[in-house]
């Protein structure tokens, strides 16, 4: 039976999770609407929280430094030194590919010089001028690092199943909420 000590904290999980979700939604909306006639309102409301939830990622995955680098809880690790770095260094890509992807959706909206608001409820200005013509080139950086992102996070959930059930380690149960009859 796992103890507390043995799993992430509450807020650890509640923010992988979360962050897994918006990916994956941001992921597919691009690609639904990419199918769709141009102008239509479904293209227009995906787009729509698409951007939304661009500066809500923004402010999930800068918590989630903040969380990490402050408090968030710090497991032993349970497997051969090797796959830990390997571990490590796959957090640590998946971190920056976020971050650079946060970074190259905001340029990219600047640069399409569009209103570019969360949920409506207010804009997210330009700091300063992006020239139109780099339109393509920031949009295909966007859509190349989500790939990376998906692949990435694909092989990250592979290597969980993995411990799950062939190693038969606590590796994915740590991220999962405890059981109610262990609380």
Known sequence: ????????DRLTRTFHWLTAAVVIFMFASAHIWE????????RKGLQSVHISLGIALAVLILARIAWRL?????????????LNLLAKMAHGC???LLLAQIV????????????????GLFSVPAPFAIDHAWRGTLGG??????WAIIGLAGLHACAAL??????R????????????DAV
């Open 35 to 42: 199918n769709l006639e141009k102008g239509t309102p479904l």
């Open 162 to 167: 993995w411990h799950h059930s062939i190693k």
């Open 1 to 8: 039976m796992n103890t507390p000590v043995d799993r992430y």
């Open 141 to 146: 950086l966007h859509d190349t690092v989500a």
């Open 104 to 119: 190259l959706g905001f340029l990219f909206r600047w640069a399409q010089g569009e209103p570019f608001n969360f949920f």
């Open 70 to 82: 402050s408090g968030g809880t710090r497991l032993k690790a349970d497997s051969h030194p090797a």
């Open 169 to 180: 380690d606590n590796t994915l149960r740590r991220m999962l909420p405890a059981p109610r």
């Open 94 to 96: 998946l971190y920056l």
